[in-house]
Every structure is written in C-alpha cells, then in structure tokens.
C-alpha cells in the first residue's frame, strides 16, 4: 500500500485547508486510517483516526475543529482543518494499517504499518 498526502499549504490564522490521502493497493475499505504532524524539533503527535467502519476519533487540541472522514470508493481520506493556528504549523502525515486499532492504540504511531510523505502546512499569524 502506497500513500500520498496533499494539500498542504500557507494559510492565515483561522483560515481552513483540507489535506488529501489516497491510497494504493487493495481493499482500502478495510483499512484504518489516521493523521499525524511533526513541527520542527517535536515529535509526531496525533490529530485524527477513522476506523474501517466510519468511527472517529481526534486529538483534545483539534475537536470541534478538524474533521476527518473517508471515501472508500475514491480510495482516499481527508483532514477539514478550520479555524487554524500558528501553532499547528507542521508536516501532516497520513498513516494506515490494514485492520482496526483498540482505542488505546490508534494514537501511537508506531501501530500504522504504511505512511505518506507528509504535506506541509503553514498557518501564518
């Protein structure tokens, strides 16, 4: 399975963006899917999962601002971004594995087994 993140790019503070994944391979549909971001001198922290099945979950930080969701027949997972800060400046990745993660695994990145190339976003001030 191949990855490709994309929609990165400069925007205000408080303005929106939506980053794209698609993915190669097969059976997409069975795939559990998350996204990650890597600021400079920090490391990978958690932004949002979604389970094969439709379920969310999503960084404290992010909630009520970020949504992610999936479109198995175009292969592809997305990340809405609103109401951006400069502190969420980063590269975004996205990661998959092809089977469903427990809740207290969906965070660590060290449970995705596939990873795109990371997209990078910048929120000005």
């Known amino acids: 399975v191949q990855l490709q993140a994309s929609g990165g790019g400069l925007v205000q503070a408080g303005g929106s963006l939506r980053l794209s994944c698609a993915a190669s391979?097969?059976?997409?549909?069975?795939?559990?899917m998350g996204w990650f971001r890597q600021a400079p001198g920090k490391e990978r922290e958690f932004v949002a999962h979604?389970?094969?099945?439709?379920?969310?979950y999503y960084a404290d930080s992010v909630k009520g601002r970020f949504t992610i969701s999936r479109d198995n027949a175009k292969y592809t997972v997305y990340l809405q971004m609103n109401s951006l800060k400069p502190e969420e400046t980063a590269v975004y990745y996205c990661?998959?594995?092809?089977?469903?993660?427990?809740?207290?695994?969906?965070?660590?990145?060290?449970?995705?087994?596939?990873w795109g190339q990371g997209t990078l976003v910048t929120v000005s001030s």
């Open positions: 990661a998959g594995r092809n089977s469903d993660l427990i809740q207290s695994t969906l965070r660590d990145p060290t449970w995705y087994d596939y």
């Open positions: 391979g097969r059976a997409f549909g069975r795939y559990a």
């Open positions: 979604i389970r094969s099945g439709g379920s969310t």
